[in-house]
Each structure stands twice: as structure tokens, then as C-alpha cells.
């Protein structure tokens, strides 16, 4: 391990990934570091959601490295997607997925202290619970009604409040614009980046640049599998772009 | 024709099958497993309550006590063997549908070979005294076996539905892939729910066998019932299989008591067939007032 990784929340070395004879992510190499915010930019089916699901475990098979807070999360895995996922997301890891995963029969408020998986998280999930309704306050008057009655901007809410519910070191948040009314999705990045980060560290995948960009730390483009080319100030991106 | 027999019949029934019905609901929808070792479990229980009324003391709660932990242990067996090695293969629901299968053969058997195939009667329960509820005579072993299962029952689904392992197997049931992405453990909250549901074929057992016997193969009827009721009530939902239980409960106690018992089978699955052409996903499908995905 370099000294980079030492202190990284999540340092990925050649991880390749992908579902049955397919191959979605080809020898990448990632690195988190703490407090920061990053923005992950690309395509439909340039492999931005498969390489959160490596992270968790949850592909068809992967190989490579994945160290999340140090521990080795990745293995070379052939089947059994999602075996190893409950212990990934105890060593710190908040995914919150693309098309939100709900469960559609649970209350609002049942779906937060889902999220609360820790120990500490679940004693505190009152305070905690406050927190997320501060960041989405529409989510208040709706805590006892099953989810599966929400609209999509408001299941999006909820599904992001269940990953901010828990300590986690890494967020890992799936295209948080996507289906939403350009106006409810701007209002919910504008949630995640209200979010006071501390020493952990958000990653969000998102196909319209305009909502990130100028807010994150770095902004990473994804191509065919593979990261390419990055920017700390991402307007200059934007500029030769256009 | 005695009416309040009939229902007093119908009601007992419907507790007895609807703990059956209630456990293999909760173990399809949670695990994706349909448990075809849920009559061995049922007959194991019976002879585990009746092993401890020899040996250990035939007070009602020892026995009560004895079916239901070793349904539980049954329930954990069935887990052991049959969920934990595959539930992450290629083709999962099938293979458990075989492997359970297969434990139920070999244990059904395993149940001939040491007891032998006379069957054993439990101690009565609830002892030997008629109840008079509004008119109606009501016997004490129907009205005990009712209002345990009842209790139980309750017990379960608010157990279910204020602590947190209950809300775990809850968002199990609902999405199995958001769980794991929310931090539960699929092979743990398996070994609750195989305990949970094994202890409810456990009760059964005892409830049951207050009116018939401990055999070694006496669980296929009672499973082949409970799987109809989880499935008149549509797969997963509890409310369904509650509903599902009278209806099933009510059904057998009308046709044997007017047509004949040789018939309550073949009423039992033409009444299945036509709620299910009608309501496909069973009963469940009126009452679900959530959207799915």
C-alpha cells in the first residue's frame, strides 16, 4: 500500500468487472480522499453504475483491488452478486442507487432507520432522522405513509436520506438527477451538496454536468469502462467541451 | 344442521392453518424460498412435543414449549442445509425447492425408521370442559387452540413491526437487493426467519394434534394446506393469508359437515382455482395499497 492509499477513504487498483461474458469496467484505477467531493461525468453504459455496484459487490463478477478505509473490499468474485455486500457497507459504504431501490410497503420513517445499520447509527437514529428531514423538509409531513405511494422526486429524497442516515465514510450516489423534473433534480444535488461532508467523502455519478459542475473538488469523465481525464476546476472541462 | 359448530370448527381451522400458511409466506417472500420441508418440520415438532411429555413433564406449557423450539431447530436445519450453501447460485428458487424437497423425503423417513409408523397422542392441553360463548358450545382444545395461535400470532406481527430485526425481514420481503445495499445480512436475517417460521409450524403441530395425531407423515396434509392459503392470500402478505385461512377454514368445515369429508379437498382446490383465476396474485392484490417498484 502507498502512502497515498494509506490515508485514501477508497483506493481501487485494477479493478475490472462486468456481468457474465460482458466486461463493463477494464483495469481502473480510482482514489478517494477524505472531505472530498467528486463528480463522476459519462455516458448511458459507459459503466458509471457498474463501477459503484464493484464497489459493493454487488456485479456479476469482478477482479482487482478495492481498499475502503484500508481493508480489502474487492475480491475475485465469479458469482454470488451482493453475498458480501451487507459486510462492504458495514466497513462504511452508503450506495445509493440508481431508480432509488426502495421498499415499497415501508413508511418514510421505517425506510430511515433502515439506513441506520450500525449500532451507534440505530441508538441515534432520532437526532439522525431530524437531520435528514432539515435537508429535505418536504420528507416531514409524509414519515407515516408507505413509500410505494410517493411521487419519484420525493421516493428520491427518501432513498437518499436511508444513505445519509448511517456513519459512512463513502457515499456513493447514483445519477440523483435521473427521471426527476430538471427543477426537483436540481433541488436534490443542491441537497447533497449542502451535506457537511467531515473526513468522509461523496462520489456522484451524474450524466448532466451542469448541475456539478463548479461545485465538487474534481470532476472525472468515464469512457468504455475506463476513467479519462480529470479536472480540480471543472470549468475549464466545461470550456473545452464547448 | 349445527350451525356454531360449523363456524366453531371453520374458526379453529383457520388459526391452525393460517400460523401453517403465515410461516410459508413469510419464508417465500423473505428468502425467495419455497419450504417443501415445512411438513417435516410440522411432524418433527410433534414428536419433539411428544418426546418431551414422556420425558420431561406433560404440564401444557413444557409441551407447548418443546413443539415450538424444535420447529425452531427444524427451521434452522432446514436453513443450514438448504438455504445457506445456495441462496446465491444460478437458479436459486429451484434448487431450494428440490433440496427441501429432498429433506423432507429423508426426514419424513428418518422419522418412520426410529418412531415407527404408529402414531402417538399428545396430552391434552387445555383439558376437558365445554365454553359457552353466546350460545355457542364451544370445546376447550378448539377454543385453546385457537386463541394460542391467536396470541402467538399477534405476538410475531408486532414483534415484526416495532423492532428492528422485524424491519430487517420486512425490507427483506419488499426488495432483497435494497437490504443488502442498506447493510443486512441476507444469510442472517435467513437463519431468524427459518427459526421464526419453524417455531409457527412448531405451534401448529401442537395445536393440531390436539384433534389428530403425531405420525411421521402427518405434515403433508397441513403443508399442502398452508401452501394453498399462502397462495389464495398471494405469496408475502400476511393480511392475505389471515383472510385466506377463513376463507380455506371455513370451506372444509362447510363441506365436510355437508357433503362429506372426502370432499374437502377437491371444494379446497376448486375454490383456489376460481380465486385465483379471478385475483392472480391472490387476495394480497385487493388489499396492497402501495405501487410496486
Same mark, same amino acid.
Given at each position: ?74 475480491? $475475485? ?7 458480501? $455486500? ?20 415501508? $413508511? ?135 | ?49 411428544? *418426546? ?20 425452531? *431447530? ?92 422485524? *424491519? ?126
Amino acid at each position: 500500500m502507498s502512502d497515498v492509499a494509506r490515508n485514501a477513504v477508497l483506493d481501487v487498483r485494477g479493478l475490472s468487472a462486468g456481468w457474465g461474458p460482458l466486461r463493463v469496467i477494464h483495469d481502473l484505477d480510482l482514489t478517494v480522499f477524505p472531505g472530498e467531493r467528486i463528480g463522476l461525468v459519462g455516458l448511458n453504459g459507459h459503466g458509471k453504475s457498474t463501477l459503484f455496484q464493484a464497489i459493493a459487490g454487488l456485479t456479476g463478477w469482478q477482479r482487482g483491488s478495492i481498499l475502503l478505509n484500508g481493508f480489502e473490499v474487492g475480491r $475475485t468474485r465469479s458469482q454470488g452478486p451482493g453475498r458480501y $455486500t451487507h459486510q462492504i457497507v458495514r466497513r462504511g459504504l452508503a450506495l445509493i442507487p440508481q431508480g432509488d431501490e426502495i421498499f415499497h410497503g415501508l $413508511t418514510v420513517e421505517e425506510h430511515l432507520d433502515s439506513g441506520a445499520y450500525t449500532r451507534r447509527a440505530w441508538k441515534e437514529r432520532a437526532t439522525r432522522k431530524q437531520r435528514i428531514l432539515q435537508i429535505f423538509p418536504p420528507l416531514t409531513k409524509l414519515m407515516a405513509i408507505p413509500v410505494g405511494r410517493l411521487s419519484g422526486g420525493e421516493r428520491r429524497m427518501v432513498a437518499i436520506g436511508r444513505g445519509l442516515m448511517a456513519d459512512a465514510d463513502l457515499f456513493l450516489v447514483d445519477e440523483p438527477s435521473l427521471g426527476l423534473a430538471p427543477k426537483i433534480g436540481k433541488s436534490v444535488v443542491d441537497a447533497l451538496m449542502a451535506v457537511e461532508l467531515g473526513s468522509s467523502a461523496m462520489v456522484i455519478a451524474e450524466q448532466n454536468l451542469g448541475l456539478l459542475e463548479g461545485r465538487v473538488d474534481r470532476i472525472i469523465g468515464m469512457h468504455a469502462g475506463k476513467l479519462k481525464g480529470e479536472a480540480s476546476a471543472s470549468k475549464s472541462l466545461m470550456g473545452g467541451h464547448r | 344442521m349445527n350451525w356454531s359448530f360449523v363456524l366453531s370448527n371453520a374458526i379453529t381451522l383457520a388459526c391452525i392453518y393460517g400460523t401453517l400458511a403465515i410461516g410459508i409466506s413469510l419464508t417465500w417472500s423473505s428468502l425467495g424460498l419455497v419450504n417443501m420441508a415445512f411438513g417435516f418440520i410440522f411432524a418433527l415438532s410433534g414428536y419433539g412435543a411428544w *418426546l418431551a411429555s414422556l420425558n420431561i413433564s406433560a404440564q401444557p406449557a413444557v409441551v407447548m414449549a418443546a413443539g415450538i423450539l424444535t420447529g425452531a *431447530l427444524g427451521g434452522l436445519i432446514v436453513c443450514l442445509l438448504a438455504f445457506i450453501p445456495i441462496h446465491d447460485k444460478p437458479n436459486f428458487p429451484l434448487r431450494a425447492l428440490i433440496a427441501t424437497l429432498a429433506i423432507s423425503l429423508i426426514g419424513n423417513q428418518a422419522l418412520l425408521w426410529y418412531f415407527g409408523p404408529r402414531a402417538k397422542s399428545l396430552p391434552k392441553l387445555f383439558g376437558n370442559w365445554n365454553a359457552d360463548i353466546f350460545g355457542v358450545i364451544v370445546t376447550s382444545d378448539k377454543l385453546g387452540a385457537s386463541v394460542s395461535a391467536i396470541v402467538l400470532l399477534t405476538l410475531i406481527l408486532l414483534w415484526m413491526r416495532s423492532s428492528r430485526r422485524g *424491519l430487517e425481514i420486512r425490507a427483506m420481503m419488499m426488495n432483497p437487493h435494497a437490504a443488502s445495499i442498506v447493510g443486512i445480512g441476507v444469510r442472517r436475517t435467513g437463519f431468524y426467519v427459518m427459526a421464526l417460521t419453524g417455531s409457527l409450524a412448531g405451534l401448529a403441530s401442537v395445536l393440531l394434534a390436539q384433534t389428530y395425531y403425531v405420525a411421521p407423515f402427518s405434515g403433508i396434509t397441513p403443508m399442502v394446506k398452508g401452501l394453498s392459503i399462502a397462495l389464495v392470500g398471494g405469496l408475502g402478505s400476511v393480511p392475505g393469508a389471515v383472510i385466506g385461512a377463513v376463507i380455506i377454514g371455513l370451506n372444509e368445515a362447510l363441506t365436510s359437515t355437508l357433503l362429506g369429508g372426502q370432499y374437502v379437498l377437491i371444494t379446497q382446490f376448486l375454490l383456489i382455482i376460481l380465486v385465483l383465476l379471478v385475483r392472480p396474485r391472490g387476495i394480497a392484490g385487493l388489499l396492497d395499497k402501495a405501487r410496486e417498484a
